[in-house]
């Protein structure tokens, strides 16, 4: 396969889910300023930096005003709580999040969206009950707040897609709600999903050779209704999995995808990002 950077487009790979404050940069030794250029060497000029509770909401946006736009790379950040923190959603956490998703701070601040939220039975790292509860409310914030959502889910669709037809039944749902990430769906739930408005976010398991499923979900999945993305620093995709993904690898899975839809790259590459950019109402 020819180089990651061979393929930039003429908008740039927007690798749409990367957590680039999590630890693990810094652990190998890999600092901001490399993590950046890597992205941008590979063709990578947008990136959507995702949080899971209070401390890495603060994290996303200080990584994103600290170093948007180093080497041409446009940051954005999300803020809320994932289901494995769902335990820890306080009343004054709640307001946090308000104050972060003030209009005023969301424009200052680069936030485009409200998540990761959702469910994960996987691991249930939280309570199933509380789990659910929190998700709820986050939806009702989002739409109260008209923010789109990013959604995690895992092993929990039933009562995912039970939560959303509800919130589209009580009118909570925005008309672009925002995302499934990491769809790891059916294809016949995530047409759900995308009847609903979502789109769908596919990342490093798209590659993985014993993976059926991603490849049927997108094979069914209109192309302008798909967002690349890697989960760095999960998920790497092949040929490289082993070691620590980053958002220079997002090309290796908009090669697959190609592959799979008989596309161009260069035309995945236009159409995905600006999928991003239309999801998260980018101006």
């Known amino acids: ?17 990367a957590h680039l404050y ?3 940069f810094a652990e190998e030794g890999m600092t901001p300023d490399e993590v950046l250029l890597r992205a941008s060497q590979a063709g990578v000029t947008r990136i959507l930096i995702p949080a899971d509770n209070l401390q890495t909401s603060i994290e996303a946006v200080d990584y994103r005003n600290a170093h948007d736009g180093e080497h041409g790379v446009d940051l954005y950040a999300s803020v809320g709580f994932h289901p494995h923190e769902a335990k820890d959603y306080t009343k004054d956490a709640e307001e946090q999040l308000i104050k972060m998703l003030d209009r005023n701070s969301r424009k200052d601040n680069g936030i485009l969206a409200l998540g990761e939220i959702g469910l994960d039975y996987y691991y249930d790292l939280s ?3 509380v789990q659910r509860s929190v998700f709820v409310r986050q939806l009702e914030l989002a739409r109260e707040l008209d923010i789109p959502v990013i959604i995690h889910e895992r092993d929990a669709t039933g009562d995912a897609l039970d939560i959303l037809r509800d919130a589209g039944n009580r009118g909570i749902l ?3 709600p ?5 769809c790891s769906m059916s294809a016949e739930a995530a047409g759900e999903m995308v009847k609903m408005g ?14 059926r499923k991603t490849p049927e979900v997108v094979r069914n999945t209109p192309v302008d209704r798909i967002v690349i993305e890697t989960d760095s620093p999960y998920l790497t995709p092949e040929p490289n999995r082993g070691i620590t993904n980053g958002p220079e690898f997002v090309p290796f ?22 999928n991003g950019l239309r999801m998260y109402e980018v101006k």
């Open 1 to 17: 396969m020819r180089e990651a950077k061979h393929y930039r487009g003429v908008a740039g790979f927007f690798d749409t889910h």
């Open 22 to 24: 999590d630890k693990r």
């Open 127 to 129: 309570p199933r009950d």
């Open 174 to 176: 925005r008309e672009n």
């Open 178 to 182: 925002g995302v499934c990430h990491c």
């Open 198 to 211: 979502f789109y769908i976010g596919v990342d490093g398991p798209l590659t993985f050779k014993n993976n």
């Open 253 to 274: 899975v908009a090669v697959k995808l190609a592959e799979i839809l008989n596309m161009d790259i260069e035309e995945i590459c236009r159409i995905t990002a600006c």
